[in-house]
């Protein structure tokens, strides 16, 4: 180290993102992207999921979680940055040593996500995770995940999700079938 350097608090910069900042920072000049950039960007790099997870506390003893993500790698934190200033909604977190993701939990926020993606459509089969995940959403928002009901639809989107389903979900709910995940059909590009 030169100079000064020596007494910096943090001797590596890159060290400063560690795992309890859920948002940070850089130079990112505010202006906002075009619509479309932001749904390209996530049919290549994003997906929509959400997670069943047991909770005791919860009257089903589920507890159902949403969530928008794009991950990239930490150099390319701007252009996460320029989403998240264009959506409006979201945070940026660290993930492992070389990541950081855009994250969207929240209902109040995922609402703005699936408004956003029902005007700018998603071209890729990614837009089949999408319908699914839109699905679910509306039953989180209607409270009906708080019923068995709810719950046992909710598992059968998520076995036609992304990943499907893990081990214990399958283990607790063994009769469940899938449902049919959306038809995807490539219509072209809406705005090249």
């Known amino acids: 180290l030169m100079d000064f350097e020596r007494n910096y608090p943090i001797k590596i910069p890159s060290k400063q993102l560690d795992n309890s900042y859920s948002f940070y920072s850089t130079s990112c000049n505010r202006t906002k992207l075009n619509p479309w950039f932001v749904t390209g960007f996530t049919d290549a ?12 506390k919860m009257k089903t003893k589920w507890r159902v979680s949403p969530v928008f993500i794009i991950k990239l790698h930490i150099k390319d934190i701007t252009i996460l940055e320029k989403i998240k200033y264009t959506l409006g909604v979201g945070k940026i977190r660290k993930y492992g040593p070389n990541s950081v993701q855009f994250v969207v939990e929240s209902i109040k926020d995922l609402q703005i996500i699936v408004d956003h993606f029902d005007k700018y459509q998603l071209i890729t089969a990614k837009v089949s995770d999408y319908l699914l995940f839109k699905q679910c959403f509306e039953i989180i928002k209607q409270r009906e995940h708080l019923t068995e009901e709810g719950i046992l639809e909710l598992v ?5 999700l992304n990943w499907g389903i893990s081990g214990k979900l399958k283990d607790t709910f063994p009769n469940v079938e899938p449902i049919k995940r959306p038809e995807y059909k490539f219509k072209g590009i809406t705005d090249p």
């Open 156 to 160: 059968q989107i998520k076995s036609s």
């Open 45 to 56: 790099e994003g997906y929509f999921s959400f997670s069943i997870l047991s909770d005791r």
